[in-house]
């Protein structure tokens, strides 16, 4: 019984996946153009120094693919109110886009008047030029330069301004490479009342070099310790792909089951690059025994 609803829940959060893009990379944008199902959510990162701009064109493309976009804007990263304008007018007239993934964004001091996500979120401009689809950050192990209970407090507020204002909101999670972090995370999300739908970030399958890189790089301290000091999972991420997470993911949940929980899918970053993840994604869903059933 307990496998059949382990079954149900992977499936389920296969079928509903989505993937980060970095929008200057020519070649992925067109392989993504070409080889994604119509309708996959794809997001489209904000490069900390680059022009938000030169996500306009990227995003067209995509979307006249058939593909859904949901594009990075970093708070701290903009310079001012007009710019914030210029980018959600060229984004929804050139690109069509209807949804936004908003972050803080990673830097120390801000380059314009906004501090955080919820400052943008209130100045009410993507809601005027039609965006109300509006995805923010979530972290199941914490942040290494923001204390937990500021977290806790900014998601709280930007849940209250949401209600409040009709957004239709969404949580996508730092990637993790261990499940237990990223259950216990939800359920306390759930426990508080917070219901808005998440995606669970994961790495696309890599080498172990890269992924204790980029764990690293993010904070992610327990998936710091996973890759670390436990060879034979480690091993198991980089031979079967983020697998293992998954499987163990579906277990804590199967009776609960991930709609009943609200999780709305899975967002791969693909560290060990595009084709690979997805080589695997499609492999994951045409064979159970791709993922270690029998």
Not at 5 to 29: C, F, H, N, W
Not at 60 to 80: D, F, T
Not at 189 to 218: K, S
Not at 220 to 245: C, Q, Y
């Amino acid at each position: 019984m307990i496998k059949t609803a382990t079954d149900s829940t992977v499936a389920g959060m296969l079928r509903d996946y989505s993937l980060e893009l970095v929008p200057g990379d020519q070649k992925l944008i067109e392989a993504a153009a070409d080889r994604l199902e119509p309708r996959t959510l794809v997001s489209l990162t904000w490069i900390p120094g680059s022009n938000p701009m030169r996500m306009i064109a990227p995003a067209s493309k995509l979307r006249r693919a058939g593909l859904v976009v949901m594009p990075h804007i970093g708070a701290r990263h903009l310079e001012s109110k007009a710019q914030l304008e210029h980018i959600a007018q060229r984004l929804v007239g050139e690109a069509g886009v209807d949804r936004i993934l908003l972050v803080g964004g990673d830097r120390g001091e801000p380059a314009g008047p906004y501090d955080s996500s919820l400052a943008v979120m209130q100045t009410g401009v993507f809601q005027r030029f039609g965006i109300t689809r509006i995805t923010v950050a979530g972290f199941p192990e914490g942040n290494p330069h923001i204390p937990a209970n500021v977290l806790d407090d900014a998601l709280a507020a930007k849940v209250d301004f949401a209600r409040s204002d009709g957004l239709k909101l969404s949580i996508v999670t730092q990637f993790c490479f261990a499940a237990v972090p990223i259950v216990t995370w939800i359920r306390r999300l759930r426990a508080r009342g917070i219901d808005f739908p998440v995606r669970i970030g994961l790495a696309g399958p890599a080498g172990i070099v890269t992924l204790v890189r980029y764990a690293f790089r993010c904070g992610v301290g327990n998936s710091v310790h996973v890759l670390t000091e436990n060879p034979v999972f480690a091993k198991a991420l980089v031979d079967r792909g983020p697998e293992p997470i998954i499987r163990e993911i579906a277990c804590s949940l199967a009776d609960e089951g991930s709609a009943a929980i609200g999780i709305a899918g899975l967002h791969f970053y693909v560290f060990g690059g595009f084709s690979k993840t997805l080589a695997w994604i499609d492999a994951a869903r045409s064979s159970r025994q791709a993922l270690g059933y029998t």
